[in-house]
Every structure is written in C-alpha cells, then in structure tokens.
C-alpha cells in the first residue's frame, strides 16, 4: 500500500521532471552552441592575424626585391 502511495506521488510529478529535463536539454543545447561560436571566432580572428603577418611579410618581401634592384 505505501509502494503504491509513492508511485502516485512521484507519477503526480512527472510532468514537472519532463519540464525540468526539457529546459535543462534546452540550456546545454545553447551552452553548446555558445561554446562552438566562441570557437569559430577564435579560430577565424587567428587566421586572419595569420593572412596579415603574411602580408606584411611579402610586403617587406617586395620592397626588399626593389630595394635590390635600384641598386
């Protein structure tokens, strides 16, 4: 009789714990989307500090050739 007194107590919060499931899914969810955008950013902000070391680079390059040259 008391087993069967749980089980209607805790049948009673069911949908409460599939609320509270769905909304932590729905938390990680964004934590994870969070977390790949943040990712994307850094990766992209590298290779573009990465594109312009090299520009300057062949820049110097450049001017290093035509400094060869006029002399």
Same mark, same amino acid.
């Given at each position: 009789?008391?087993?069967?007194?749980?089980?209607? #107590?805790?049948?009673? +919060?069911?949908?409460?714990?599939?609320?509270?499931?769905?909304? !932590? *899914?729905?938390? @990680?969810?964004?934590?994870?989307?969070?977390? !790949? $955008?943040? #990712?994307?950013? !850094? =990766?992209? =902000? =590298?290779?573009?500090? &990465?594109?312009?070391?090299?520009?300057?680079? =062949?820049? #110097? *390059? #450049? &001017? @290093? $050739?035509? +400094?060869?040259?006029?002399?």
């Amino acid at each position: 009789m008391v087993f069967l007194c749980c089980c209607c #107590q805790v049948l009673d +919060n069911v949908p409460l714990l599939l609320y509270i499931l769905a909304l !932590k *899914t729905l938390v @990680l969810c964004l934590a994870f989307a969070g977390a !790949k $955008i943040y #990712q994307s950013k !850094k =990766a992209e =902000a =590298a290779l573009k500090q &990465e594109m312009e070391m090299k520009r300057k680079l =062949a820049l #110097q *390059t #450049q &001017e @290093l $050739i035509d +400094n060869k040259k006029d002399d």
